[in-house]
């Protein structure tokens, strides 16, 4: 029973189109009783589970909205643009590091994480918002043997300088593609972490730990003294030194502990 001639089983085509309000990724913080369903993710540079649709950031951050509806009358209006380039698609990916536009109220945002690991938009200057940073994840020959790098964020750069290594960060200009600089991943250089219990906590990193045939661990100690270790491909380095290319958001990417979170708030020493 169900089964074709051919002998397959009958099965949705294509992909899931919907996404429930609890399956949702908790960083997205969406509250749980506001409807059945969230926005789906569309197809993108960055992964589903690792980006904040514009839905959710015209709706739930910013509220310029306070329905899906109104959202999509909003991106059909080209008000929009992510990382310079105009986007009307509510699903679009919006992910780590994006420049996200708004012309009309002259605001520029860059998404990044607090020290909690949830996405945050960090309102930021139009200077700042004219470049990005990106880790490099592979460096190969393209075609006719042409070098190139694939970036976090989906990007293919040909004719990359010849010291940039997988692990790297490079500077991008967005609206012409280029690199304008690059920071190597080494000891002594300020890191977010992108993922892992850390996520979203920044600091220096102190050491790296080798080990053949599993995963590397970086130690890294933050602003406040504290140290923490993770995998090497939760690192993404931000800035030269101890200073960030990037203006952080709110806390610095210090986390602090229960009792330091309840004597910032309710201020007791």
């Known amino acids: 029973r169900g089964r074709g001639r051919g002998g397959a089983a009958m099965g949705r085509m294509g992909r899931t189109k919907h996404l429930k309000r609890l399956n949702a990724p908790k ?4 509250d749980k009783l506001g409807g059945v369903f969230a926005p789906k993710v569309a197809a993108g540079p960055h992964k589903s589970r690792e980006c ?8 739930n951050r910013l509220k310029y909205a306070l329905t899906y509806k109104e959202t999509m009358s909003i991106l059909m209006q080209r008000l929009v643009k992510v990382d310079g380039k105009v986007r009307t698609e509510q699903g679009y990916p919006a992910g780590f590091m994006d420049v996200i536009t708004l012309d009309k109220s002259d605001e520029n945002f860059r998404l990044l994480y607090d020290p909690k690991g949830r996405f945050v938009l960090h309102r930021i200057t139009p200077e700042e918002g004219s470049y990005k940073l990106c880790r490099v994840k ?13 970036t976090h964020d989906g990007r293919t750069i040909r004719y990359p300088d010849p010291m940039i290594k997988p692990g790297d960060s490079v500077v991008l200009d967005i609206a012409t593609n280029k690199i304008k600089d690059f920071i190597k991943f080494d000891v002594g250089q300020v890191c977010m972490l992108t993922g892992g219990r850390n996520a979203g906590r920044v ?62 708030l309710y201020g007791t020493a």
């Open 27 to 30: 960083k997205w913080m969406l």
């Open 52 to 59: 904040l649709p514009l839905a959710v950031i015209l709706r």
């Open 138 to 150: 592979t460096l190969k020959l393209g075609d006719k043997g042409v070098p190139c790098i694939a």
């Open 203 to 264: 600091g220096v990193i102190a050491h790296r730990e080798k080990h053949k045939g599993s995963f590397d661990i970086i130690h890294i100690k933050d602003a406040a003294g504290n140290k923490f270790a993770t995998r090497e491909g939760n690192v993404f380095v931000i800035g030269k030194g101890t200073k960030p290319l990037v203006s952080l958001p709110k806390g610095k990417g210090i986390k602090l502990s229960i009792l330091e979170e309840q004597a910032k």
